[in-house]
């Protein structure tokens, strides 16, 4: 596959809700619950014409309803920070919370975590890149069909 179609079947996917699983998991497990208690709603009540017509929806109109439920946590988002990020930083605070440090002490984890971060977020521009190391690393990638990052 070339680059170029290789790049679009990745956005597509991304746009399709591929980096999250889980929600998607869920909005098909709603969207199954919801087809099985029409049907038993149906099977009490078979005289409801609201019965007759949630038996008549089809499970691909029950997940076109779920799917967006879902999502609208990350399209209602301000913030603009990545899901996983911001799981990471509640469990820091959770363990810190737990562990019952003092503010100060607090305040330096949280300047050393920041360190580095942004240490590794920002790359040294004036050393020339290792293209071995590189190389081994998208080996290593490759052998645990592991994305890329």
Known sequence: MSEPVSHL????????????????ACA???????GLLSRAWHLVDPSSQFANL????S???YLAIFLPLCFVSILLRGNGAPEAAIEQVNTIEMIMRRSRLSQAQCGLIWRSLLEKYVSAARPDLAVK?????????????????????
């Open 28 to 34: 098909v497990g709603l969207s199954q619950m919801a």
């Open 9 to 24: 079947m990745r956005q597509l996917l991304k746009a399709l809700g591929a980096n999250y699983p889980i929600r998607i």
């Open 54 to 57: 949630a038996v008549a929806t």
């Open 59 to 61: 499970f691909w109109t």
């Open 129 to 149: 890149p290792n293209l071995v190391d590189a190389y081994k690393e998208v080996e290593v990638e490759i052998a645990a069909d592991v994305p890329p990052k």
